[in-house]
Nanobody
């Protein structure tokens, strides 16, 4: 069974940076396109960024130019470098394959506040 374990979230001031990690097990990681998603309070989960098995990347317009997705196939780990954070980035962040599969991980909370 696939397992996603997200980490690296926290409280950061506006303009700050965080680096999220997602350890993946139970699948042949290098074969899969991997996505980051986020869910803010009272809102639906939304797409944030994608890196394909060929390492092509794609971003939601709201994070383009600020966030960078990457992967380490040897470590079976997905990353999200987040810079120039603003309060609208506050959410629980999740990783998953594309298309997504159950069960989702617990996510990691990112709070941007002064």
């Amino acid at each position: 069974q696939v397992q996603f374990v997200e980490s690296g979230g926290g409280l950061v001031q506006p303009g700050g940076s965080l680096r999220l990690s997602c350890a993946v097990s139970g699948i042949l990681f290098r074969w899969f396109s991997m996505d980051w998603y986020r869910q803010a309070p009272g809102k639906q989960r939304e797409f944030v960024a994608q890196v394909t098995s060929a390492e092509a990347v794609n971003y939601a317009d709201s994070v383009k130019g600020r966030f960078t997705i990457s992967r380490d196939n040897a470590k079976k780990t997905l990353y999200l470098q987040m810079n120039s954070l603003n309060p609208e980035d506050t959410a629980v962040y999740y990783c998953n394959t594309f298309p997504p599969r159950d069960p989702w991980g617990q996510g990691t909370q990112v709070t941007v506040s002064s």
